[in-house]
Structure formats: structure tokens, C-alpha cells
């Protein structure tokens, strides 16, 4: 099983996302599936089904130990900004985000990913073709509330990724500061 534990985004989102979509030439570039768009806290990879439990009890501790956050100043842009190969909607970093992707790593024994500036980011779109046109970047208005994560499989099908979410839980605390990195 291929799991990844993220945000799902709320409709209005998912609304000013597709028209934000809409706006720019989408020449050389495959737009992912509206009904797939979700904001990443970690990604864990290939797991054995006989590991759901251990991750699902990670999950809910991290879960019931986070408060609710708000990210903002979220940006339409194509990433990297040398090389372009995604169109995300990336918004300012957030030491709360951070902070839950190290929980996360911390809790399923997964080393965090360190690098910076760390984007909280949905993607929206991928390079269908070697080198395509970047798209010019403008701002995208309100703020997305991070409230709940939910641990999702991912499967590759006929029609491309589908996600299934196994598990969906509330962020019910205050989040205690994570391990620090190692290094």
C-alpha cells in the first residue's frame, strides 16, 4: 500500500482552485484531479497492510495532541522556480506545519524532510512535456484552516492516481514542539 497522510481541502478551496486553474495556458502541462487535491503533512511510501494499526495509533496521537491552524498568503505558481515542473498553490510557511510534519516523521519513525523554505502546497498540475512554460504567479485570496488530516492510499489506475482516505481525524489539542532534527 502507498500511504500519505495530508489535509483534504475544503469545497470553497477546491472552487477557487479550479478557477484559478482556468485562468493561465495549461500547454504542456497535465492538470491532476480536482477530486485529489489535498495538502501533504508526510508522506510514508510503501507499507505492508499489516502496518495500518501501528500507523493509524501514530495518527491519532499526533492528531490528538495538534491544534487547528491556518495557512495564508497562498500563491498560484509553478515549482521549482528554476526548473518548473509542478503548478502548485503554495502558501507562506508555517511553523505549525512544520511542526506536524516532524510529529508525523517522529511518530512513524521516518527521517523529516528539512529542507527550506518548507512550502505547505497542493499541487495542481504536472510537466507533460521536458521543458513547459511557467506560468506567471499571482496571489490567491483567504486562508485554508488545517483542522483535520486523514491518512490516504494512493493507487495508480487506468484513469491515473486515485486517493482513499483510511482513516480521517480532527486536530483536537495544543501541538507540544517537536524532537528536534537530527544532524
Same mark, same amino acid.
Given at each position: 500500500?502507498?500511504?500519505? *497522510?495530508? %489535509? !483534504? &481541502?475544503?469545497? #470553497?478551496?477546491? $472552487?477557487?482552485?479550479?478557477? @484559478? +486553474?482556468? /485562468?493561465?495556458? =495549461?500547454?504542456?502541462?497535465?492538470?491532476?484531479?480536482?477530486?485529489?487535491?489535498?495538502?501533504?503533512?508526510?508522506?510514508?511510501?510503501?507499507?505492508?497492510?499489516?502496518?495500518?494499526?501501528? *500507523?493509524? %495509533? !501514530? &495518527?491519532?496521537? #499526533?492528531?490528538? $495532541?495538534?491544534?487547528?491552524? @491556518? +495557512?495564508? /498568503?497562498?500563491? =498560484?505558481?509553478?515549482?521549482?522556480?528554476?526548473?518548473?515542473?509542478?503548478?502548485?498553490?503554495?502558501?507562506?510557511?508555517?511553523?505549525?506545519?512544520?511542526?506536524?510534519?516532524?510529529?508525523?516523521?517522529? %511518530?512513524?519513525?521516518?527521517?523529516?524532510?528539512?529542507?527550506?523554505?518548507?512550502?505547505?502546497?497542493?499541487?495542481?498540475?504536472?510537466?507533460?512535456?521536458?521543458?513547459?512554460?511557467?506560468?506567471?504567479?499571482?496571489?490567491?485570496?483567504?486562508?485554508?484552516?488545517?483542522?483535520?488530516?486523514?491518512?490516504?492510499?494512493?493507487?495508480?489506475?487506468?484513469?491515473?492516481?486515485?486517493?482513499?482516505?483510511?482513516?480521517?481525524?480532527?486536530?483536537?489539542?495544543?501541538?507540544?514542539?517537536?524532537?528536534?532534527?537530527?544532524?
Amino acid at each position: 500500500m502507498r500511504l500519505f *497522510i495530508a %489535509a !483534504s &481541502l475544503p469545497a #470553497v478551496w477546491s $472552487t477557487r482552485l479550479r478557477d @484559478a +486553474l482556468a /485562468a493561465p495556458d =495549461l500547454t504542456g502541462w497535465a492538470p491532476t484531479d480536482p477530486d485529489g487535491w489535498h495538502l501533504t503533512a508526510r508522506f510514508i511510501g510503501e507499507r505492508a497492510a499489516d502496518e495500518l494499526g501501528t *500507523i493509524h %495509533a !501514530s &495518527l491519532r496521537t #499526533v492528531c490528538a $495532541t495538534t491544534a487547528p491552524y @491556518a +495557512l495564508s /498568503a497562498a500563491l =498560484l505558481c509553478t515549482m521549482p522556480e528554476d526548473r518548473p515542473r509542478m503548478i502548485w498553490s503554495r502558501f507562506a510557511p508555517h511553523p505549525a506545519h512544520r511542526d506536524l510534519h516532524h510529529r508525523l516523521s517522529h %511518530a512513524l519513525g521516518l527521517p523529516p524532510d528539512d529542507r527550506e523554505p518548507f512550502w505547505p502546497h497542493v499541487t495542481l498540475a504536472r510537466a507533460a512535456v521536458p521543458h513547459p512554460p511557467a506560468v506567471a504567479a499571482r496571489p490567491l485570496p483567504g486562508e485554508l484552516m488545517v483542522d483535520r488530516l486523514a491518512l490516504y492510499e494512493s493507487r495508480r489506475t487506468a484513469e491515473g492516481l486515485r486517493y482513499t482516505p483510511l482513516l480521517t481525524l480532527p486536530l483536537a489539542g495544543t501541538a507540544p514542539t517537536a524532537p528536534a532534527a537530527a544532524g
